[in-house]
């Protein structure tokens, strides 16, 4: 009796610490797994976009946060849309609705 209920102990750390390490995991990655290189400066780790043409577009977690248009850092992921060389560009709010302006 005493061991069965030792076993189950011990299962139940451990179910609680592979948890918190997978946990740990996505926190820090934030989606960021991918090693394909960054679109814009070719670093990694980054995260898969898709373009308006549907192909497969990578940003690092850098590019992401950084507006394209007025150069800003944000700490929070921009908005994004497709420019003319097929790259996902990044833009924060106020940038982001001037561009939907000048393609409407
Ligand atoms: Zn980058
Ligand atoms: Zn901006």
Not at 11 to 18: H, I, R, V
Not at 37 to 42: S, T, Y
Not at 59 to 78: P, R
Request: a negative charge; aromatic letters at 8%.
């Amino acid at each position: 009796m005493v061991r069965k209920s030792m076993k189950k102990v011990v299962f139940g750390t451990l179910c609680s610490l592979l948890m918190a390490v997978s946990c740990g995991c996505s926190m820090l990655g934030g989606g960021y797994t991918s090693d394909e290189p960054c679109a814009w400066c070719g670093n990694t780790p980054t995260k898969k976009f898709e373009t308006s043409k549907g192909a497969d577009c990578y940003v690092c977690e850098e590019h992401t946060h950084e507006c394209g248009i007025c150069g800003k850092n944000f700490d929070k992921e921009l908005k994004h849309y497709t420019n003319m060389l097929d790259i996902e560009m990044f833009a924060c709010d106020d940038c982001y609705d001037d561009v939907q302006e000048l393609n409407n």
